[in-house]
């Protein structure tokens, strides 16, 4: 993964090592640029330095998971759905044109 320095400059991180590796590399780049850090705490360069750091974190996977999708996760147009903030893509039966329902196999009513 690569990460922009709070001074411009780009690092490649490795990210097919431990999730403690990853923590300790985290917290070595946080101590040597923590000066600049508290100094310009709220500039977009140091916001965009801790945010892909985080997300360094974030986004591991250890080496047995990785390349496996995770069937629990919902998209978030799946959930909006079932929480009907979203209509979902479909057309009720009796709202089809007589010529669509005659397309599945069913002519005005009768089946």
């Not at 431990?18 to 040597?32: G, S, Y």
């Not at 009907?84 to 069913?106: D, N, V, W, Y």
Request: overall charge negative; cysteine-free.
């Amino acid at each position: 993964m690569k990460i922009q320095l709070p001074n411009g400059n780009r690092l490649t991180l490795d990210e097919n090592i431990t999730i403690d590796e990853k923590r300790q590399i985290v917290e070595d780049l946080t101590e040597e640029w923590m000066p600049t850090i508290l100094k310009n705490w709220d500039s977009l360069s140091i916001r965009f330095f801790l945010d892909n750091l985080a997300n360094y974190l974030v986004w591991h996977k250890e080496e047995d998971s990785k390349n496996k999708q995770d069937k629990e996760v919902l998209s978030i147009k799946r959930i909006e759905e079932m929480e009907g903030k979203r209509q979902a893509r479909s057309i009720p039966f009796t709202s089809l044109s007589k010529t669509q329902k005659e397309a599945f196999g069913m002519d005005g009513g009768t089946q």
